[in-house]
């Protein structure tokens, strides 16, 4: 018996398509992947390896692009979050779609800097910006602060006045939203570090305290109620209750907002059993509960914003890595070891996240043995999949593949036990090319005197 994902395609590959349409397999049995052979990438390039499919965050920046365009009108945007996946070519590939961003540091902003992104189109996150991030973000003509509490505030203003500048900001507030996905990145709730909450009282404080400041100017307001979002409804809820607190704002304080912005977190699909959202139509409810409440509120719509950085980005990516130890512990379990792990990819050990694992060279062979795939580093829960099944042939050699792996995995890697970063290779209409090189051994003691 075959892999049951496996579905056909055209008559040299079929489809993996219960994930995502830009993995399919040749002939041969190999995984192909945005229309390469991942046998001959991992090859050429050597593994562990991060690929990226340029014309699926293309694809996706249009998507979100348009459905904002449709369902709200010009002005409302989606902005790239550069979290997701920061290097110097996705800004350029920003620039080129024309998105806006949202950076979250001085070395997000560098890099996009260095891409030549225009900044001026860029806001700037964070809980704890420090005085220096705060001066350079300035410096460098950065669009809008997304204040996260008053002392930022007070810091934003400060350094506005040193230079002669009004400052646009925003102020990030906790709507009180619980958006059911796992607790480490829920982050809508009135106790959460992020945000100011409305139901305490303290929004319309800070509000009131940053209308009074001179060097700033208040453009609106921002949430962000978690990430790996599938619940029903939970957009449309921060939504209504974000514009009522807009509604409150303008009655008592006749105070316009010009933007609200409503923070990254679509889910995308790791596995078969994740469902595949509609962006369009996503995004169309959101655009109803936002008119319906403007309407029921008697006030204008602001220009909408959203943050994709998963939604953009994960599914545009895959890692592959190579075999090295099979171990078969008889009668317990078995343990595929790979050539990266946790440093590469630490979701499985910090959040349990699923993920699909093939053999990226034996897709013929029926995937009936059970194992966990795991990394090389010395510690025992450096994991990246438990209860896989791949072949039973698998050996030395070989090569697995991690599919959707491009939101979370390069940005939030390591060096942990002194291993280099892999590169990102950069597939595009079935050529690859290097984006980021492989760190060497030397680039591991750059910084050691
Ligand atoms: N906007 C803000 C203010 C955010 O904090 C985030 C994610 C986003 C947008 C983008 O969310 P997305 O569309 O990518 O879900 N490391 C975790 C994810 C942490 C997300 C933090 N904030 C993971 O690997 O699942």
Do not use: W
Request: aromatic share 8%; glycine share 8%.
């Amino acid at each position: 018996m075959e892999n049951p994902s496996l579905t056909g395609g055209t008559k040299n590959e079929r489809k993996i398509e219960m994930i995502c349409d830009n993995i399919a397999v040749s002939k041969e049995g190999r995984l192909v992947f945005a229309g390469c052979d991942t046998v001959d990438l991992a090859h050429k390039y050597g593994t562990p390896l991060y690929l990226l499919d340029e014309n699926k965050i293309r694809e996706k920046c249009r998507i979100y692009k348009e459905a904002f365009k449709k369902h709200f009108g010009e002005g409302s945007k989606p902005l790239y979050a550069s979290k997701a996946n920061c290097f110097k070519r996705i800004y350029e590939i920003m620039t080129e779609e024309d998105m806006g961003i949202d950076v979250v540091s001085s070395g997000e902003i560098y890099t996009a800097l260095k891409a030549g992104y225009d900044i001026s189109k860029a806001y700037f996150h964070s809980n704890n910006k420090t005085d220096e991030d705060i001066s350079y973000a300035i410096e460098n003509g950065i669009g809008y602060f997304v204040a996260d509490n008053i002392e930022e505030v007070k810091a934003v203003d400060r350094e506005a006045a040193k230079r002669g500048i009004r400052q646009k900001l925003l102020l990030r507030l906790s709507p009180g939203i619980d958006p059911h996905t796992y607790e480490a990145i829920s982050t809508g709730e009135v106790d959460s570090k992020f945000g100011t909450a409305i139901e305490t009282g303290q929004a319309e404080e800070i509000t009131l305290l940053t209308l009074d400041m001179p060097n700033v100017e208040l453009v609106g307001f921002h949430c962000h109620i978690g990430s790996q979002v599938f619940a029903e409804d939970v957009f449309e809820r921060a939504a209504v209750v974000m514009l009522e607190f807009i509604a409150d704002m303008k009655k008592k304080h006749d105070y316009t907002a010009l933007q609200l912005d409503l923070g990254g977190g679509y889910g995308v699909r790791y596995t078969e059993s994740d469902p595949v959202l509609d962006i369009d139509q996503k995004v169309g409810e959101v655009a109803a509960a936002v008119k319906e409440a403007c309407n029921r509120l008697g006030i204008e719509m602001p220009e909408i914003h959203m943050e994709p950085g998963r939604g953009i980005i994960a599914d545009a990516g895959m890692t592959l890595y190579t075999v090295g130890t099979v171990k078969k512990i008889t009668g317990y379990k078995n343990y595929v070891s790979i050539d990266g792990g946790m440093p590469d990819n630490p979701r499985y050990a910090l959040y349990k996240s699923s993920y699909t694992c093939l053999a990226a060279n034996k897709m013929n062979e029926e995937a009936d043995f059970k194992c966990s795939v795991v990394g090389r580093c010395c510690e025992s829960g450096d994991i990246i999949q438990e209860n896989v099944l791949l072949p039973g042939s698998m050996r030395r050699g070989d090569i697995v593949s991690v599919c959707t792996t491009g939101a979370y995995n390069y940005s939030m890697a390591s060096n942990y036990n002194r291993l280099p970063r892999p590169p990102i290779v950069m597939l595009r209409n079935g050529e690859s090319y290097v984006t980021v090189k492989r760190e060497s051994l030397e680039d591991l003691c750059r910084n050691d005197i």
